[in-house]
């Protein structure tokens, strides 16, 4: 069942309009029809329908359900909140902006927006810029190989979806001092045209963090050709997908671009797919 949302203000930060993917309570399972690779198994498959339906039917008062969503948050979910908040740490001292390529629902760029919020509140510079389509895979190339999740749309959000997550964004940014500087993003389109764009538009770049999660070799091979000039010492590099069979793309384009012996690839015990490194 898909609702379609005129889109809501509250309290001068918008949503939408934008179409939901909510599904009756009775097949939580199918919840997203997009194509994305998942590799848990049917019994793991069930028990988080079953968190799913309890998340949808909690008796927690509303007042109170956004201070306790770690209700809801199993040991994956928050694993990756806590390499992304080891990512952002580490990138702390380093002066400049954090970037991710390939956001899709957001839940990372929310996330460094909260942790800017935290660490560095008066940090204005450190903005914060999403890139995606926001309608999947724009295109594969045979270096991305044959997985079924290799094709044009894959990962493709609902529409309006990029306006949905610039009022989050908003909202966020509304809890943490200077809220009136925008300080974030949202960069819509094939990121191989969007991102030399971009760094045309802003001279002034510096990336301390870039987090790549665009699963395919030919745009990450050119966000990382294209970064090159606008990286620093100490610059944190994110991968999601290094080593992973389903996406042999992203390593060779960090292969061909940065060469696997030129830079320490370190991984955190927090995840078995996502690594880093660390511009020397
Ligand atoms: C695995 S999803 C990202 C997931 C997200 N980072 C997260 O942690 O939930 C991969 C994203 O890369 C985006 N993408 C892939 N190729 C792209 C391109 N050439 N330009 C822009 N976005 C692209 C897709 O639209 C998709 O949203």
Request: proline letters at 6%; a negative charge; aromatic letters at 10%.
């Amino acid at each position: 069942m898909r609702g379609k949302h005129e889109g809501a203000t509250c309290h001068g930060v918008s949503f939408g309009p934008f179409v939901t993917t909510q599904q009756p309570m009775s097949s939580p399972s199918s919840a997203n029809q997009t194509q994305v690779v998942n590799n848990a198994s049917q019994d793991e498959l069930d028990r988080r329908a079953g968190l799913l339906q309890a998340f949808r039917t909690n008796p927690v008062p509303n007042a109170e359900v956004l201070a306790n969503l770690g209700l809801f948050l199993n040991r994956q979910a928050l694993s990756r909140l806590l390499f992304m908040h080891d990512l952002y740490r580490l990138a702390l001292p380093v002066h400049g902006v954090v970037m991710e390529f390939g956001t899709r629902w957001g839940q990372n760029v929310v996330t460094f927006t909260n942790l800017r919020g935290i660490y560095e509140p008066y940090n204005y510079t450190r903005k914060i810029v999403a890139f995606d389509t926001f309608e999947g895979f724009p295109t594969v190339d045979p270096k991305d190989g044959g997985d079924a999740v290799i094709r044009t749309g894959a990962y493709a959000v609902t529409q309006g979806y990029d306006g949905f997550l610039g009022g989050l964004m908003r909202y966020h940014e509304s809890e943490s001092p200077l809220a009136h500087i925008n300080k974030h993003e949202l960069v819509k389109g094939d990121v191989c045209e969007t991102l030399p764009k971009y760094l045309e538009q802003h001279p002034e770049t510096i990336v301390a963090l870039a987090y790549f999660d665009l699963d395919l070799y030919e745009p990450t091979k050119k966000c990382l050709d294209a970064l090159a000039p606008y990286l620093t010492k100490g610059s944190v590099l994110g991968f999601d997908e290094l080593n992973f069979p389903a996406f042999p793309g992203e390593t060779v384009a960090v292969r061909e671009t940065l060469g696997l012996d030129r830079h320490a690839i370190r991984r955190s015990t927090l995840s078995p797919t996502a690594s880093y490194l660390v511009v020397d």
